[in-house]
């Protein structure tokens, strides 16, 4: 049946995941209260958690980013690490989760958010991360267990195995029964709940749930399943063994009931973590921690703190760790610790030293990034895990609104994309805009007052420009004359360019036919430069494309032309002739690829033909029940919000990705409305 599973296996990490709003900072503040670490749970609401203690998270009352805090429970050490909800906050869920021993994925009985769950706990299985779910708000239960476990199952690939079941009183939740010690207990708000005696129909749903249990169980143990066909009672300890023991092979989800806010269920959550969780040794098994002496840890979360500097948050996978050591990084690059900090939310104690399965915080570690393994070898090592951020959806132009600010908002950007990888920062070469990309709305907000709160820079921002193009229909021969007088040597260049439309998509080509030595060599090249210059602004105010420009012909002097001279007269040539040439504007046209819940399918499909979209078609989500995915050709200038829609529809769910594909032409009104805002703008 396994090892006995009760052994101390360490300090251990435990992450807490979950749809957004289901109670994971309330869970956090309810076990740091039960276990003495602060003298009462704070509120979100309130702003006094330890968790959502930035000013961006109070403010908006939701978590944003990653919070730890270390606790110790029955002589156990245990850093719990409270991860964001809101799927535009995930990538640092992501990039902590290879480096904890469990999850406790804590949700609700609210069918509206099975896809987040759903999407969360796909994460977790990809990773082969042992979990338990938390069914939080249990006091505000409408329905009975059963059918709440049936609503959320289709959620997980792997059986959900009831640990408890509630004890009722007139409708409402007093309590629960744990089947595995086969114990009832009644709920006492912010104190340990108090054992009663199991009786009646609560004893006759108690052998029922558990008889289902361990039903679940002995499909991964047949001397258990041989037992229950031979009515057996299989002894208390070998049912601990194997719901430690299944729950460590990925094969079962516990769950276990409570109401975070009243402080319900904590403690038996927690010795569920004690008893069953896995520790430290079997971790660094599963992210393949080679065997040897050196210290070896993971960065998962990168942090600037006003004080301290950089914090870079390491769990430590094997080995004993000083302060002062040197390390090697994964992604190269060597520093030297200048501070082991515990992990507490303020990250203001000192450790002289970390062992193995501690969670800590690394001073100064300037070459250090988020995902890198670190270690005291004298080569670096290998990376053990990679959490690659999922690509932006959403864009602002951002600029200092005093321009002396603009190299500390570069610096400020620089910090802010160190410390969440999916915030991505582009420097637009046509229009020189800065354009922050990141996964939603509330994201990008977020960033924007953490420059403002953080870094002073005050900012004006606006929706970034669309890749506008323009081409041309007719071909023409055109004539550029470039002469002037004034004192000393002139300036004279004289072309003549045959101005051609090309294939859509085949940019620009220059060739040049001239004979009997009309322009000398040696200018070719800069008249060359001047029809690029005027194919950066045509007729319409945008790059001109799909154009072939020949140099047929012109003429020189001997004296005053010069490269400059024949560069402004090809210019000029270009420009007086593109107007002649029926241009036509272009936008750009992106394959846009949806993955929503499938019940939100049809409100996808109108939000796209709203938005000009052309439906390529839809299937089933590869490996997802109750998934889909829509592929449509769509305008750029269509999908600027879109993703705030999407989000809107899909109960915060749904994302897509794009893709270039090609240009085409826009005529009418349309470019009309197109070509009038954009010289407004100018």
Same mark, same amino acid.
């Given at each position: 049946m396994g090892q006995d599973v009760r052994s101390p296996r360490g300090p251990r990490c435990i992450a807490l995941v979950g749809p957004f709003q289901s109670g994971k900072t309330t869970l956090l503040e309810a076990i740091l209260a039960r276990t003495g670490v602060i003298p009462r749970a704070g509120s979100v609401d309130a702003g006094t958690s330890v968790g959502d203690a930035t000013p961006e998270a109070r403010h908006h009352k939701m978590t944003v980013g990653l919070t730890a805090a270390t606790t110790s429970f029955m002589g156990d050490s245990y850093t719990f690490l409270d991860c964001p909800g809101s799927v535009e906050f995930a990538h640092d869920m992501r990039a902590a989760l290879p480096a904890v021993d469990a999850a406790i994925v804590v949700c609700e009985a609210d069918e509206k958010k099975l896809p987040q769950l759903q999407?969360?706990?796909?994460?977790?299985?990809?990773?082969?991360?042992?979990?338990?779910?938390?069914?939080?708000?249990?006091?505000?239960?409408? *329905?009975r267990i059963r059918e709440t476990l049936a609503t959320l199952q289709p959620a997980s690939r792997v059986p959900l195995v009831l640990r408890q079941i509630p004890i009722w009183k007139d409708? =409402?939740?007093?309590?629960?029964?744990?089947?595995?010690?086969?114990?009832?207990?009644?709920?006492?708000?912010?104190?340990?709940?108090?054992?009663?005696?199991?009786?009646?129909?609560?004893?006759? +749903?108690?052998?029922?749930?558990?008889?289902?249990?361990?039903?679940?169980?002995?499909?991964?143990?047949?001397?258990?399943?041989?037992?229950?066909?031979?009515?057996?009672?299989?002894? +208390?300890?070998?049912?601990?063994?194997?719901?430690? +023991?299944?729950?460590?092979?990925?094969?079962?989800?516990?769950? =276990?009931?409570?109401?975070? #806010? &009243?402080?319900?269920?904590?403690?038996?959550?927690?010795?569920?973590?004690?008893?069953?969780?896995?520790?430290?040794?079997e971790t660094a098994k599963r992210l393949g921690v080679p065997a040897g002496k050196d210290a070896l840890?993971?960065?998962?979360?990168? =942090?600037?703190?006003?004080?301290?500097? *950089?914090?870079?948050?390491?769990?430590?996978? #094997?080995?004993?760790?000083?302060?002062?050591?040197?390390?090697?990084?994964?992604?190269?690059?060597?520093?030297?610790?200048?501070?082991?900090?515990?992990?507490?939310?303020?990250?203001?104690?000192?450790?002289? %030293? #970390?062992?193995?399965?501690d969670t800590v915080a690394l001073a100064k570690l300037d070459p250090v990034k988020t995902g890198d393994t670190v270690s005291t070898g004298k080569t670096p090592p290998d990376a053990l895990a990679a959490a690659e951020p999922t690509p932006p959806v959403l864009a602002i132009s951002i600029a200092a609104t005093d321009r002396k600010d603009d190299v500390k908002l570069g610096q400020?950007?620089?910090?802010?994309?160190?410390?969440?990888?999916?915030?991505?920062?582009?420097?637009n070469a046509q229009t020189h805009d800065t354009v922050l990309w990141g996964q939603g709305e509330m994201h990008l907000r977020v960033a924007s007052e953490r420059l403002r709160d953080r870094f002073g820079i005050k900012l004006t921002s606006h929706p970034p420009a669309i890749g506008y193009q323009e081409t041309i229909r007719k071909p023409i021969t055109q004539r550029g004359r470039h002469k002037k007088q004034s004192g000393g040597h002139g300036q004279f260049g004289d072309v003549v360019l045959d101005i051609r439309p090309m294939p859509r998509g085949d940019g620009f080509k220059f060739t040049e036919k001239v004979v009997g030595g009309a322009v000398p060599r040696n200018y070719i090249g800069a008249v060359e430069e001047g029809v690029v210059d005027g194919l950066m602004r045509g007729p319409l105010g945008f790059p001109v494309t799909d154009v072939q420009v020949t140099l047929t012909d012109g003429s020189y002097h001997s004296v005053d032309s010069s490269d400059l001279a024949f560069r402004t007269a090809a210019r000029i040539g270009l420009n007086e002739g593109l107007p002649l040439c029926q241009p036509v504007l272009l936008e750009p046209i992106h394959?846009?690829?949806?993955?929503?819940?499938?019940?939100?399918? %049809?409100?996808?499909?109108?939000?796209?033909?709203? +938005? &000009?979209?052309?439906?390529?078609?839809?299937?089933?989500?590869?490996?997802?029940?109750?998934?889909?995915?829509?592929?449509?050709?769509?305008?750029?200038?269509?999908?600027?919000?879109?993703?705030?829609?999407? &989000?809107s529809a899909t109960a915060g769910a749904g994302s897509f990705t794009r893709q270039f594909d090609h240009m085409a032409e826009v005529t009418g009104r349309a470019a009309d409305q197109i070509i009038a805002a954009h010289q407004h703008a100018a």
């Open positions: 999407i969360i706990l796909r994460e977790l299985e990809e990773l082969k991360i042992p979990r338990f779910l938390f069914l939080n708000k249990i006091d505000r239960a409408n *329905k409708e =409402l939740i007093e309590g629960f029964v744990d089947l595995a010690l086969e114990r009832a207990f009644i709920y006492r708000e912010h104190k340990a709940s108090e054992v009663v005696a199991l009786e009646g129909g609560d004893l006759d +749903r108690e052998k029922e749930a558990r008889f289902s249990m361990l039903e679940k169980l002995a499909d991964h143990d047949d001397a258990l399943m041989e037992q229950l066909l031979e009515d057996i009672q299989p002894p +208390r300890d070998a049912v601990f063994d194997d719901l430690a +023991r299944e729950l460590r092979e990925g094969q079962i989800c516990p769950v =276990l009931l409570g109401a975070a #806010a &009243r402080e319900n269920g904590v403690l038996r959550l927690m010795k569920a973590l004690r008893h069953e969780a896995p520790g430290i040794a840890g993971f960065v998962f979360k990168t =942090l600037h703190s006003q004080h301290g500097g *950089k914090l870079s948050l390491t769990r430590l996978l #094997a080995g004993h760790l000083d302060d002062g050591a040197t390390l090697q990084s994964s992604s190269g690059g060597l520093s030297r610790i200048s501070g082991i900090l515990a992990v507490n939310g303020a990250y203001d104690t000192k450790r002289a %030293a #970390a062992e193995a399965g400020a950007l620089a910090r802010l994309h160190e410390e969440d990888p999916s915030l991505v920062v582009v420097q394959v846009v690829e949806i993955v929503c819940p499938t019940d939100a399918t %049809a409100r996808i499909n109108a939000i796209l033909s709203a +938005r &000009r979209g052309q439906i390529l078609g839809f299937d089933t989500r590869d490996g997802w029940s109750g998934w889909d995915c829509v592929r449509a050709m769509m305008p750029e200038a269509e999908i600027g919000e879109l993703i705030v829609e999407l &989000r």
